[in-house]
T-cell receptor, first 112, second 112 residues
Framework: DAKTTQPTSMDCAEGRAANLPCNHS???????VYWYRQIHSQGPQYIIH???NNETNEMASLIITEDRKSSTLILPHATLRDTAVYYC?????????????FGGGTRVLVKP | SQTIHQWPATLVQPVGSPLSLECTVE??????LYWYRQAAGRGLQLLFY??????ISSEVPQNLSASRPQDRQFILSSKKLLLSDSGFYLC???????????FGQGTRLTVV
């Protein structure tokens, strides 16, 4: 699976949009981009994933660049409860065993 | 709907004692199952994954083992715990390749 690079940490203001970047310059054509988050002392929570097109759900939007070498997770109106570590993961869709390998993630602190 | 159960939530065990953590999934069949460990202040490390009954793949050589005696049951075990086995253990499931994973709430293990 391709490696990803994320900022170690970032702050954002409550009520504002939070834009979380992720670089995956070695991504291949059959690899998806997944985002998870982990609130302190809880299990990771799936947020969204995509292959080529931008995706949106009730939690967030995922913007993938045309060359697919980077992506941005957008939390449209950050709340204090969005404070968590956010993980960007790239992996093939058909990998045997469906392995999901987590990197260091971005520690997001939403401030009032 | 699908649910994942993991217990106990916390556990304190002496060095050299055995360990058995259990994870069960409801509402689906033939899930992919995973065990992860998160040491204090560290990222998530994939320990084992299973694509079916009796099929276990180990990611990291260690003092732990896993078993899948039933389709929706995944067990993490150790014969003799080490201090370094302390951490936050998470079970997860997914429908298969290319699908998102869902995590349990985790077991916080402290080996003393």
């Amino acid at each position: 699976d391709a490696k990803t690079t994320q900022p170690t940490s970032m702050d954002c203001a409550e009520g504002r949009a939070a834009n979380l970047p992720c670089n995956h310059s070695t991504i291949s054509g059959n690899e998806y981009v997944y985002w998870y988050r982990q609130i302190h002392s809880q299990g990771p929570q799936y947020i969204i994933h995509g292959l080529k097109n931008n995706e949106t759900n009730e939690m967030a939007s995922l913007i993938i660049t045309e060359d697919r070498k980077s992506s941005t997770l957008i939390l449209p109106h950050a709340t204090l409860r969005d404070t968590a570590v956010y993980y960007c993961i790239v992996r093939v869709g058909y990998a045997a065993g469906n392995k999901l390998t987590f990197g260091g993630g971005t520690r997001v602190l939403v401030k009032p | 709907s699908q649910t994942i159960h993991q217990w106990p939530a916390t556990l304190v065990q002496p060095v050299g004692s055995p360990l058995s953590l259990e994870c069960t999934v409801e509402g689906t069949s033939n899930p992919n199952l995973y065990w992860y460990r998160q040491a204090a202040g560290r990222g998530l490390q994939l320990l084992f994954y299973s694509v079916g009954i009796g099929q276990i793949s180990s990611e990291v050589p260690q003092n732990l083992s896993a078993s899948r005696p039933q389709d929706r049951q995944f067990i993490l075990s150790s014969k003799k715990l080490l201090l370094s086995d302390s951490g936050f253990y998470l079970c997860a499931w997914s429908r298969g390749p290319g699908t998102e994973a869902f995590f349990g709430q985790g077991t916080r293990l402290t080996v003393v």
